[in-house]
Nanobody
């Protein structure tokens, strides 16, 4: 049974930083791509960042490029999202997901089979 557990959300001031973590269990890590998505109130879930291995690759939404960094600590089955220079428009529930693609960076939610419960990030102005 695959489980994804996010942590690290909270309230942060604009311009601040926050690091989200996602611990995966239930199937081999670093084989299937991992991604972060977010959903703000009244909006659809949107892609934020994704990572895959063999070969190592990452991809970002234009709205977060240069501010957010996705990384992993494979020995701990953990993927991170380091968020810097946060803006009020980054306020959302952030979800970690594991894709069905092996070795592929996926940007479409439909390509992800497993999702975490989400963690709220609120950026105050």
């Amino acid at each position: 049974q695959v489980q994804l557990v996010e942590s690290g959300g909270g309230l942060v001031q604009a311009g601040g930083s926050r690091r989200l973590s996602c611990v995966a269990s239930g199937r081999p890590f670093s084989i299937y791509g991992m991604g972060w998505f977010r959903q703000a109130p009244g909006k659809e879930r949107e892609f934020v960042a994704a990572i895959a291995w063999n070969p190592d690759s990452t991809r970002y939404a234009d709205s977060v490029k240069g501010r957010f960094t996705i990384s992993s600590y494979n020995a701990k089955n953990t993927v991170y999202l380091q968020m810097n220079s946060l803006k009020p428009e980054d306020t959302a529930v952030y979800y970690c997901a594991q894709s069905r693609g092996v070795g592929n960076v996926e940007v479409t939610a439909g390509r992800y089979d497993y999702w975490g419960q989400g963690t709220q990030v609120t950026v105050s102005s």
